[in-house]
């Protein structure tokens, strides 16, 4: 398995401008997670979906943040507008194998700078 | 507000000892322990998961889990200077089962 994929892997935009993660999970799992990581907070959750439903976006800071999960393939987040304090690494991960349904495994992050 | 929390280290150790690091968490119904291991500029990577009171081995690798203490430690035994990594414990959602809540990490350095 190619494990979670995410793109891109580095992206740096101009204050205001729309910015659009995307992510594939690893195929069969169910949940799928977007992570933001800074130095000061660290891992923070911002967004999970199960069977490609939004569970729990209580971590996505404002309304310039939206997700979705069209499919159980493929999920996006997008800023808009976005702004310099949104420049951190955010991560997708999934789980929800048979074997061990809540072991999460990440992708590779997109490390976003917005300038 | 859930919480996971670990000493940020440094922890220095020279090769070949056994590095020990530890982590408690504040959700008393939490089910799933994870150490994931993250080096610098990479993503989290998990190393190992932990479900039931005691000890667990994987090669170099034991995780360790008390909870009645609230407590998960990660012991490394020979480490080597590969070793050298930034180390989170992560807990789940005792109610949710699917929400995952990290600690800040442990950078460790392994000392050639």
């Known amino acids: 398995d190619a494990g979670v994929i995410q793109s891109p892997r580095h992206e740096v935009t101009e204050m205001g401008q729309e910015v659009t993660l995307r992510c594939k999970p690893i195929?069969?799992?169910?949940?799928l997670f977007w992570y933001r990581q800074t130095m000061m907070r660290g891992l923070e959750l911002l967004i999970y979906?199960?069977?490609?439903?939004?569970?729990?976006d209580s971590g996505m800071p404002e309304d310039r943040f939206s997700a979705k999960m069209p499919n159980a393939s493929f999920s996006t987040l997008k800023i808009q507008p976005s702004e310099p304090r949104d420049s951190a690494v955010y991560f997708c991960?999934?789980?929800?194998?048979?074997?061990?349904?809540?072991?999460?495994?990440f992708g590779q992050g997109t490390r976003l700078t917005v300038v | 507000q859930k919480e996971v929390e670990q000493n940020s280290g440094p922890l220095s150790v020279p090769e070949g000892a056994i590095a020990s690091l530890n982590c408690t968490y504040s959700?008393?119904?939490?089910?799933?322990f994870f150490w994931y291991r993250q080096y610098s500029g990479k993503s989290p990577e998990l190393i190992m998961s932990?479900?039931?009171?005691g000890d667990k081995e994987d090669g170099r690798f034991t995780a360790q889990l008390n909870k009645a203490s609230q407590y998960v430690s990660l012991l490394i035994r020979d480490s080597q200077p590969s070793d050298s990594a930034t180390y989170l414990c992560?807990?789940?959602?005792?109610?949710?089962?699917?929400?995952?809540?990290f600690g800040k990490g442990t950078l460790l350095t392994v000392n050639p």
């Open positions: 932990i479900y039931s009171n």
């Open positions: 991960a999934s789980s929800g194998s048979d074997r061990a349904p809540t072991e999460a495994f």
């Open positions: 979906f199960n069977n490609n439903v939004p569970i729990d």
């Open positions: 959700d008393r119904v939490s089910q799933s």
């Open positions: 992560a807990v789940n959602d005792g109610k949710s089962n699917y929400k995952l809540t």
């Open positions: 195929s069969g799992h169910n949940s």
